[in-house]
C-alpha cells in the first residue's frame, strides 16, 4: 500500500487512522499517496490553534507578520520545481496550468507581504475618521478593527490545491489569525507538501498554521463564535454549511465562494474583423482550455450580437481544433486532465444534459488523446455549444458544467444582452470587449451590482490585461447571489473578514492615545 501522508494539528504531525483515501494520477490511474484524518481530536486541534497560534501572531505587529509571509515565500521558492512534480502527478496539469496555480499563490502571498509591510508597527487598524457624539466635541466615537480571536478554517475545492490555500492565508496569518486548512481530498497532496516544507523551516509561531486532510465529517462542529470559515466550493455543500449549528447558533462567519456562470460579452461595436472580436475569441479559448476549464472564475457563457453569431462559433472552434489533449508529460499536449474520473464523469453527464438544448459547433471529446487511455485517463476534449433559439438557452443559464465547456449565445441590442447575462443569478466575473471606452463604461456600471468584476478588454490593453480568469490579489475576488455571496482578495480589503470591527466612545484624550499603535492610513480597504 502506498504512503499514508500524516496531518498536521495541535502544533505535530498525526496520522489518522484505517487505510485512508488514495489519491490518483488522472491521467494514468496509478495511486500515489493517501490521506486520512480519521480519529483525529479537532476540538483539540483547534483550541490549540486558538490558545497557542492566536496569541503568538496578535503579538507581532502588522509588519512583523509580513516579514513572515517573505519568509513563506522564500521557502515555497525554494521548493518550487517539487511542487511542480506534484502536480502533474496528482492534478495531471501541464507546467503552464500548475504555473497558474503554484507561481499564483506565491505572487498573491508576495503581495500581501509588501501591503503587511506599509502597515508598520501596528496591532489594529482605523476604519473611518474620529466623528463628536457631544456638541462641545468632549465626547467622540472612534472604529477599529482587531483581530479576531479565533481560528480561519478554510474548506478548499480540488482545482487550486496550492493557490486556493495561500490566497486565504495571507489575509489571514497578515491579521494575526491562526489557520486550519482542508483541502479537497482528490488534489490534497500539493497543499500538505508545501504546509509540511513551512512548518520545517519553522517560521510561523506553533499553532499558526495546521492542516487537516480527507473526510469533512466534523470539520464544523467544535467552531466557535469567534472562528471564521472560508469555503470554496459547490452551492450545495455552501448550503449546508450556512446551516450547520456552528454557523446558525454561534455566529461564526462564513464566507462563500460557490457556482459561478460567468460570461464574456463581445459589445455592438466589435464586429467580425475587429480587433475586439479577436480578442474575445481568443481569451474565450485560453478560458476554456486553462486548467482543462478548472477555474471559478472560467467563462461558461459567450454573448455576441446576433449578426456575429456564426462567425464567432466558427472562430473559436477553429481555435479549439487545434488544441492537443493527453497526458502532459508529452511536450506536445496543450491541455491536461481533469482532477480525477469522477470529475469526468461530471463533466460528461453535464455536457449531455447541455447538448439536448443547444447545437454542438465543437466536439473535442470526439478527438483522439495524446498519450493517454481514453479508458482510464480523466481527460477531455474542450466542447463549444451553441444556442441560437432563446427558448432552448434556459439550461445554458442555470447549468456550470466546471470543465472545458461554454455556449454562445446570440443578443439582440446591449438592453438585452445584459438581461441574459443577469440569469446567471450572481457571477464571479463577466469580460467585456469593445474599442468603445465610454460603451464599456456604461456596460460595466451596468453589471457591476451582479458581479463581483468585471474585466473590461479594449485593443490598448490587448497585450497587457491579466486575463478574465486569473485572479489577482489587487482586484475584489467573490460575486452576489449564485457566486456565494463572498468577498476575497481586493488588496488589504482582504484582512476586514479577520477582524473585528468596534466603536470606541471616549474623551478625546483616550481616542487620541489610540493613535499610537495604529498605522498612518485610514481603512483597510485602501
Known amino acids: 500500500m502506498t504512503e499514508l501522508l500524516p496531518n498536521h494539528l495541535a502544533g505535530r504531525w498525526q496520522t489518522g487512522g484505517g487505510p485512508g483515501t488514495p489519491l490518483l494520477d488522472p491521467v494514468l490511474g496509478t495511486e500515489l499517496v493517501r490521506v486520512s484524518n480519521a480519529g483525529l481530536d479537532l476540538e483539540a486541534g483547534y483550541a490549540y490553534a486558538r490558545d497557542e497560534g492566536g496569541p503568538a501572531l496578535r503579538a507581532l505587529t502588522y509588519a512583523q507578520r509580513a516579514g513572515l509571509l517573505s519568509a513563506i515565500v522564500d521557502v515555497l521558492k525554494a521548493n518550487r520545481d517539487r511542487y511542480f512534480d506534484i502536480a502533474l502527478a496528482n492534478s495531471g496539469t501541464t507546467k503552464q496550468d500548475s504555473a497558474v496555480d503554484i507561481d499564483g499563490a506565491i505572487f498573491t502571498l508576495g503581495q500581501y507581504a509588501r501591503w503587511g509591510a506599509s502597515l508598520g508597527a501596528a496591532r489594529w487598524l482605523p476604519d473611518g475618521e474620529t466623528v463628536p457624539l457631544a456638541k462641545d466635541g468632549a465626547f467622540l466615537s472612534r472604529h477599529v478593527q482587531v483581530p479576531t480571536r479565533g481560528l480561519a478554517l478554510f474548506i478548499n475545492a480540488f482545482n487550486f490545491p496550492a493557490w486556493g490555500l495561500w490566497e486565504k492565508a495571507a489575509p489571514a496569518l497578515l491579521s494575526g489569525v491562526p489557520v486550519v486548512a482542508k483541502p479537497a481530498t482528490a488534489t490534497a497532496w500539493l497543499t500538505l507538501a508545501m504546509v509540511a516544507d513551512v512548518i520545517a523551516a519553522g517560521i510561523l509561531p506553533a499553532g499558526a498554521l495546521s492542516v487537516v486532510c480527507g473526510s469533512a465529517q466534523g470539520l464544523l462542529s467544535p467552531l466557535r463564535p469567534f472562528d471564521v470559515v472560508s469555503f470554496t466550493g459547490s452551492a450545495d455543500t455552501a448550503a449546508a454549511i450556512r446551516s450547520h449549528d456552528a454557523v446558525v447558533r454561534r455566529s461564526v462567519r462564513v464566507n462563500i465562494e460557490a457556482d459561478s456562470l460567468n460570461s464574456a460579452l463581445l459589445l455592438p461595436d466589435a464586429q467580425p474583423g475587429s480587433e475586439a472580436f479577436d480578442l474575445l475569441v481568443r481569451e474565450v479559448v485560453r478560458e476554456m482550455t486553462v486548467k482543462s476549464g478548472q477555474k471559478c472564475t472560467a467563462i461558461r457563457r459567450i454573448f455576441v450580437p446576433a449578426s456575429c453569431y456564426a462567425a464567432a462559433g466558427e472562430a473559436i472552434a477553429a481555435k479549439l481544433s487545434r488544441i492537443t489533449v493527453g497526458n502532459p508529460r508529452n511536450e506536445t499536449v496543450r491541455m491536461g486532465a481533469l482532477a480525477s474520473r469522477q470529475q469526468w464523469e461530471s463533466v460528461q453527464a453535464g455536457t449531455a444534459a447541455l447538448r439536448r438544448h443547444a447545437d454542438v459547433l465543437h466536439d473535442g471529446s470526439a478527438v483522439p488523446l495524446v498519450d493517454a487511455d481514453p479508458s482510464v ?80 478588454v479594449t485593443p490598448e490593453t490587448a497585450a497587457v490585461h491579466t486575463g478574465h480568469g486569473n485572479v489577482m490579489p489587487m482586484s475584489l475576488h467573490g460575486g452576489p447571489g449564485r457566486a456565494g455571496g463572498g468577498e476575497e482578495l481586493g488588496g488589504l480589503r482582504a484582512l476586514g473578514f479577520y477582524h473585528r470591527r468596534a466603536a470606541i466612545q471616549a474623551a478625546g484624550a483616550v481616542t487620541d492615545s489610540l493613535d499610537g499603535a495604529a498605522p498612518q492610513r485610514s481603512a483597510p480597504g485602501h
Open 377 to 456: 485517463a480523466a481527460c477531455i476534449g474542450p466542447t463549444l455549444l451553441g444556442a441560437a433559439r432563446r427558448e432552448a438557452a434556459c439550461i445554458v443559464h442555470d447549468t456550470e458544467v466546471f470543465g472545458p465547456v461554454a455556449t454562445l449565445l446570440p443578443y439582440e441590442g446591449l438592453p438585452d444582452a445584459l438581461d441574459q447575462i443577469r440569469l446567471g443569478q450572481g457571477s464571479l466575473v463577466a469580460s467585456l470587449y469593445t474599442a468603445d471606452a465610454a460603451l464599456a463604461a456604461d456596460a460595466a456600471l451596468a453589471l457591476a451590482d451582479s458581479h463581483g468584476r468585471l474585466h473590461v
